[in-house]
């Protein structure tokens, strides 16, 4: 190193400005933020068009279940509604045969004297024939004056029904087919007859209920009504149709009441007899699931069967 050097000041570096510095570290935190901040923006829009996405599938997801429900509601309709409603009318009116069956032997029991032995028969019972206890015949012109009361019944249960009437009376519109049967029956048949089916059971039942109202307004307390089916569901319907459309409590049906239910033919005979022993009159109805008639109950004054249709099946285990 000469003199000279050696005389000359050493120069230092200038220092940095401090807003320079910072001023760099701020452009650098503005870029990172502006980098988080795409970042941000492209998540967002990836997560709303994941949920879009979603919600489009769910859409149509549930459209297709909206059709599913709507074909099998109509599947539903046109196919097991009529079966539905047939079951749970068998249902229903083998729970009423039941439930009147069980209140009767209730009733039975009640009334048995178990202290007191029963008596022996000592000899059977000579039942008198059928025209010396109560005629039963109304055509014209021997019976006149009942065949223009059957008339003027039937006329008044088509024209002028009453709903509120007294027990025992038709309360429900009669048909014309219902009438024309229930007269052809009692004015051509003599109340002694077949009848063809008029399409179903509940539709034979009025006719059977129609016919039991006007005999019961031309004998009273007398008239007995003796119903055979071979089954409890069709007693069952029966049992409620009679209820329904001759306004019938619990008390018209047993072994003492006015109507009594059977689902074999010998007891009803039996019953038959002791009902005319009694002198009083019994009308026999058989129901068009009977395929077989008994011809001991064919020998009483008063009795309607209902003929099954040619393509019905006899249903009777028997």
Known sequence: MSPSDQDLPLELPAELPV??????????????????RQAYEQMTQ?????????????KISIEQLERKRDRVQAEIAQSFAGSSQEIAVRIQGFKDYLVGSLQ???????????????????????????ATILPAQFREPAYQSNARRIRELLNQYQTAPDYYGPPWQVR?????????????????????GTLKSAGGRLQ???????????????????????????????????????????????????????????????PMALKAERIM??????????????????????????????????AQYNNDYR
């Open 19 to 36: 807003n320079s510095v910072s001023s760099v570290e701020n452009a650098e935190l503005q870029q990172q933020v502006s980098i988080a």
């Open 46 to 58: 990836v997560a709303l068009a994941d949920l879009e996405l979603r919600r489009q599938n769910l």
């Open 204 to 266: 034979n039942v009025l006719i059977g209920t129609t016919a039991i109202s006007v005999l019961r307004s031309l004998y009273g307390d007398y008239l007995r009504v003796l119903i055979l089916a071979n089954t409890p569901d069709r007693l069952g319907d029966w049992r409620r149709g009679l209820q329904d459309c001759l306004g019938l409590e619990r008390r018209d049906f047993g072994p003492n009441g006015g109507v009594i239910l059977f689902e074999e033919a010998e």
């Open 104 to 130: 009767d032997l209730v009733t039975i029991a009640e009334e048995i004297e178990f202290s007191e032995p029963l008596p022996e028969p000592t000899k059977p019972v000579v039942i008198e024939p059928v």
């Open 172 to 192: 429900r519109t009669l048909e014309k087919i219902h009438v024309d049967k229930t007269r052809e029956w009692f004015l051509q048949q003599g109340g002694r």
């Open 277 to 310: 022993a009694d002198r009083d009159m019994p009308f026999i109805i058989l129901d068009d699931s009977e395929g077989l008639v008994s011809l001991t109950l064919l020998q009483y004054p008063i009795w309607l069967a209902f003929a099954p249709e040619v």
